[in-house]
């Protein structure tokens, strides 16, 4: 049910001692013409003709959206709000194989920034895997959560491939045994591998994807990747020839 219009029972400057100036009322605000409401004004075209009926159906759907808001608020807790629901994905070729590869690379990577952790023999090799580990593990939460809205598997279509970029069980194996006079030149010359494949990755997504939110997140890649390879030749320039070891 709509208020009630407000009614003005005189108008300005009236009052003893002056005249009575005829009673007129104005709409209250919810009663409004749509265009006013949207902040337009007057129109006479044909589609601003229509524009009882396109208010009427506005005020219906906003009533069913609080209504929706009030029931959700009664059942949540205050001191915890419910989190909006993204929309789905509806994902195509070369979205799909980016993301997909993207997760696959990412949980490979994160293996080996664990071991350069724990085995680098040079404070800042441990410190700068350290730090990519703590910039992977929150990118790789975010691609699968596309993949979630994308209702993708979860399996893994890349396990066991060896394509450039990607750190394969063999490298992780390689890195395991390797003495640790040689530990930091091979992990950082695997770690430069997976970062310039994986620029090169975001790119071709950002050319040939089709989706927003996934060439956002490939943007986003690539922009990550170029400040970490500037960070590793930066640490690698005065202490590892990381390209005698070969790529």
């Known amino acids: 049910m709509y208020p009630p219009r407000a009614t003005i029972l005189s108008g300005p400057g009236s009052g ?14 919810t009663t409004r013409p ?12 044909q589609s601003d003709k229509k524009g009882p009926f396109l208010f009427v159906g506005l005020v219906a759907v906003l009533s069913a959206v609080l209504l929706a808001g009030a029931a959700c608020g009664q059942s949540a807790s205050p001191s915890a709000p419910a989190r909006p629901v993204a929309s789905p994905l509806l994902l195509q070729g070369a979205d799909v194989a980016w993301l997909q590869l993207m997760i696959s690379m990412d949980g ?9 952790e724990r085995r680098g023999g040079d404070a800042a090799v441990r410190e ?17 959560e596309l993949r ?28 395991d045994a390797a003495a640790a ?20 990755l975001a790119k071709s997504e950002q ?17 990550e990747r170029a400040a970490q390879r500037a960070e590793l030749d930066r640490v690698a320039k005065q202490r590892i020839d990381v390209s005698a070891t070969g790529a």
């Open 34 to 45: 749509w265009h006013a409401a949207l902040g337009r004004g007057p129109s006479t075209t």
């Open 108 to 116: 490979q990577m994160i293996a080996l920034l664990e071991r350069g």
């Open 207 to 223: 050319q040939a994807g089709t989706d927003p939110a996934i060439r956002d997140a490939a943007a986003a890649v690539e922009r």
């Open 16 to 29: 003893p001692g002056q005249p009575n100036r005829p009673r007129r009322t104005e709409p209250s605000p």
């Open 128 to 144: 700068l895997a350290a730090r990519l580990r703590g910039e992977h593990a929150p990118e790789l939460a975010r691609l699968v």
């Open 181 to 200: 006079s040689g530990f930091d030149a091979l992990f950082l010359t695997r770690v430069r591998e997976h970062l310039d494949q994986c620029v090169s």
């Open 148 to 175: 979630t809205r994308a209702g993708l598997p979860t399996d893994d279509p890349h396990k066991g491939h060896d394509m450039p970029g990607m750190v394969t069980d063999a490298d992780l194996a390689e890195v």
